[in-house]
């Protein structure tokens, strides 16, 4: 009686400390004693190893590094305007062939002035990029040469919206030849702050460059600190130890909502940071199952149980809503809505079941197990012969994002909403990340040499079209980004260059 | 004991050689090419060429195996494919983090368990020992990211009276380094400690139920007093193997707390470069490893030679 006693007031105990830690008051949010230091800490949920933005084109790396450390030519803003970058003006050829840019008398963090050599350098380096984005921008491009001193001119052997467009991203940053040696630690460039240090696994430390040929930053030290489990992150912000979690991951909607920090700190959404989740069907299966399958996504279920809080939208459009070309779910824009009776019936008619198919699916990165866990069950539902392979980053990059010919049937991604990305000219390089259709790839490169904004616009459309009938990319709902933010840290601004969040326009 | 010393410092040297080879047959062997392991599936065949001379693969296995060893005697184990830095200066960073978190988690967790695995032994037919016991088996069935987790929100978010995460220099802020390693020592401290609670209430209870310690206690010694005289170095032994392999287990086994608390520890750095294919960085790094290992293991069998004299004269 006596060990049991004992052992019932241990219990008790436990019991006792549980409750003591939940009824512990937390520290009221006091405002973040980083502010009167001109300093503020966010949190990055990833470390991309490398910060050679030539060679990787890891959202961990576009997010710091492009519009902060390095700048592109020019900026592309919200309005559809256009801001000077490295390039204080530029000349447009009217027939689209000939750009004209003129390099600003500017020096680089480390000191060295911007020169017309620099600019043609990180203009062919850039072209001859393994990141496919990058070097997309420059197919068009015959020759960059220097006019004089201050003046590059770029020629074009036909007209390219992607060109232009690829100057006010990650394909038109600017860096100096002679720093290059150093990029994967320290790249160099013009913007408003120059990189410190970078440990990886651990944090980026920026401070104001001296050298920046624009108005300073309000904050003069940035740390980025990298804290890749969710629930540290938000602890972190919770205790005050940082300002904002700039990019906050699916996984984590749920505590966000349970511990109120939506409502004691500011959120922001916005469609840059986020991304269109998509099935990806082997582009060799029969179209008519590629057709059955895509009656399987149930757009609305993946957003309850996903997206919904976050301002996602069911779409059948592979774009986000700041691009032109998007469209909300609708019956014009929805081939194969879901429909699971038809779906079963396709399977039966057809003799789908005898089909053995596998689903590769993403074992370590929440968003992508999480659309898995409904797709898979329900494919197998309407019949369909559906494994499911669960597989860690590492060999997900290997075997899909790299495999050629697709070694996989069906999975789910998450990632840029670029619809240049599927392109591809020759049936060879057919793969999960390429769409070898002979009209889809012209139809892009129908866009990319429209000379007006309008010409291009409607181009992209007839392009989203024809992705949206050969159900071979099956959008189903598009995320936006969410940031959660200190209540006294202002400024934020959309992202210009692809995904970079802008540090200089957030002030205390 | 010079002899039994020589015979297991012959053994170290014969088992770190051999685990040398492994080690470079098995990334050469396994992963194939490892240029085109580096670069992946689509690297062009000239530029796997490229990255095979600049890093000496083309060279004859001997060749690369030798020269590989030499480097590592010189302390300089490669460069990083991504970054180009010095292998040997992420380690050492790596190694600044990680090797006070594991010092101090394993001297916490023995100054939990040894007296409360010892007076839980002693105390085995009261309430008392049978809690601690209790408490120990809870301790090990947590999981050590929860306790980490509770730890955080308890002491970093509701308290406000530690970081709940992150790392601070040693250099750029002594006491801010310290402050970054006391929660996840005391997560590992405590999870550790319970475990080995029970190894110590179980070597204690062992002990204390042979002859020579009834003898003892014959004389007129108190329990503790024949456990200090007669019993405390054969409980040693069976202590000293676990510790021993904690302490192995812990250098490269962290990864968990690493993460948890946002440590650039080496855990860390060895599954980001696993994932990232840096197979000179793991090569290195894992050679690293087992020698640390091997070590650990060398002085725990000295140490057994010094705690019981029956085998150091064993052949």
């Not at chain 1, 030539?54 to 030519?73: G, Q």
């Not at chain 1, 559809?80 to 963090?109: M, N, Q």
């Not at chain 1, 998450?414 to 619809?419: E, H, L, R, V």
């Not at chain 2, 402050?179 to 002990?207: Q, W």
Request: glycine share 8%; net charge negative; with cysteine.
């Amino acid at each position: 009686m006596t060990i049991f006693r004992t052992m019932r007031h241990g219990l008790s105990l436990l019991v006792a400390g549980s409750a003591l830690l939940a009824a512990v008051p937390g520290i009221a949010l006091a405002a973040s004693p980083r502010a009167d230091e001109g300093k503020m800490i966010l949190v990055a949920r990833q470390d991309p190893g490398t910060l050679d933005y030539t060679k990787s084109n890891l959202t961990a790396l576009r997010l710091w590094i492009p519009a902060n450390v390095v700048e592109p030519l020019v900026y592309f803003n919200k309005d559809g305007s256009v801001s000077p970058g490295v390039a204080e003006a530029w000349e447009i050829s009217e027939d689209r062939l000939v750009y004209t840019f003129t390099i600003r008398e500017a020096k680089f963090s480390d000191g060295a002035p911007v020169t017309v050599e620099d600019v043609i350098y990180s203009l062919n380096t850039m072209k001859a990029s393994p990141v496919s984005q990058n070097a997309a921008a420059y197919q068009a491009v015959t020759s960059i040469e220097k006019v004089d001193d201050r003046t590059v001119r770029v020629t074009l052997d036909r007209p390219s919206q992607n060109f232009w467009r690829g100057m006010g991203g990650t394909a038109g940053l600017i860096q100096p030849e002679a720093a290059a040696g150093g990029i994967a630690t320290n790249p160099i460039g013009t913007g408003p702050y120059k990189l410190v240090n970078y440990t990886s696994n651990s944090s980026f430390e920026f401070t104001a460059n001296e050298n920046y040929w624009g108005e300073a930053p309000a904050i003069k030290d940035v740390t980025v600190r990298i804290v890749t489990d969710g629930t540290a992150g938000l602890n972190a912000l919770e205790a005050g130890e940082v300002d904002a979690l700039p990019v906050i991951t699916i996984d984590l909607w749920e505590q966000l909502m349970a511990r109120g920090l939506d409502k004691s700190f500011s959120m922001v959404t916005y469609p840059q940071i986020g991304e269109p989740t998509y099935a990806v069907f082997n582009q060799k299966l029969d179209p008519e199952l590629r057709q059955a399958l895509a009656m399987t996504l149930d757009r609305q279920a993946y957003n309850d149980a996903f997206g919904a809080s976050w301002g996602a939208e069911n779409t059948c459009t592979f774009a986000l809503p700041n691009q032109a070309w998007y469209a909300p779910e609708n019956p014009e824009t929805c081939p194969y809505p879901y429909d699971i009776e038809k779906a079963m019936a396709l399977v039966a008619e057809k003799g789908y079941a005898s089909t053995p198919l596998v689903y590769a699916s993403l074992s370590d990165v929440p968003d992508l197990s999480l659309p898995a866990d409904i797709m898979v069950p329900t494919m197998q539902a309407a019949g369909f012969n559906m494994t499911r392979n669960a597989i860690d980053l590492a060999r997900y990059s290997q075997l899909i994002f790299q495999g050629r010919p697709p070694q996989f049937d069906v999975t789910v991604m998450s990632g840029d909403a670029d619809p240049t990305q599927w392109a591809c000219a020759e049936a060879s390089a057919a793969g999960w990340s390429t769409y070898c259709s002979a009209e889809y790839t012209q139809a892009l490169a129908d866009a990319d040499k429209a000379l007006s904004d309008e010409d291009y616009l409607a181009l992209m459309e007839k392009s989203a079209d024809i992705l949206r009938k050969d159900a071979v990319i099956v959008p189903i709902i598009a995320k936006k980004g969410v940031g959660l933010f200190d209540p006294d840290l202002k400024g934020f601004v959309e992202p210009r260059v692809s995904v970079a969040i802008e540090l200089a326009p957030l002030h205390w | 004991m010079p002899v039994y010393i020589a015979r297991k410092l012959a053994f170290f040297l014969l088992a770190v050689f051999a685990a040398s080879v492994l080690i470079f047959l098995l990334i050469r062997g396994a992963g194939g090419n490892v240029a085109a392991v580096i670069l992946g599936k689509d690297a062009t065949a000239e530029a796997i060429n490229a990255l095979s001379r600049q890093y000496g693969l083309d060279r004859p296995l001997p060749v690369q195996y030798f020269d590989w060893i030499g480097n590592l005697f010189r302390g300089d184990l490669g460069r990083s494919f991504r970054t180009n830095e010095p292998v040997t200066d992420l380690v050492v960073s790596r190694l600044s983090i990680s090797i006070p978190l594991c010092l101090s988690g394993l001297v916490l967790g023995l100054l939990i368990a040894i007296p409360a695995g010892t007076y839980s032994a002693l105390n085995s037919d009261k309430p008392v020992g049978a809690l601690i016991a209790l408490l120990s088996q809870v301790g090990i069935a947590v999981p050590v990211f929860w306790a980490g987790i509770l730890l955080s929100l308890l002491f970093g978010v509701r308290l406000g009276w530690l970081p709940t995460g992150g790392w601070t220099n040693w250099d750029s802020n002594f006491w801010g380094a310290v402050r970054s390693l006391v929660l996840p020592v005391i997560s590992l401290g405590l999870i550790l400690g319970a475990s080995l609670t029970r190894y110590v209430r179980s070597a204690v209870l062992d002990v204390m139920n042979q002859d020579y310690v009834r003898t003892a206690r014959a004389t007129g010694m108190t329990r503790m007093q024949a456990l200090l005289r007669v019993g405390l170095r054969n409980a040693a032994l069976p202590i000293a193997t676990v510790v021993g392999l904690q302490i192995a287990e812990l250098i490269g086994g962290t990864v968990i707390i690493e993460t948890v608390f946002s440590l650039p520890g080496l855990s860390r750095m060895i599954l980001a470069n696993v994932a990232a294919r840096e197979v000179i960085v793991v090569q290195s790094t894992v050679m690293l490893i087992i020698v640390f290992v091997m070590l650990v293991n060398l002085i725990v069998d000295l140490l057994y030679g010094v705690l019981d004299p029956r085998v150091r004269l064993t052949r």
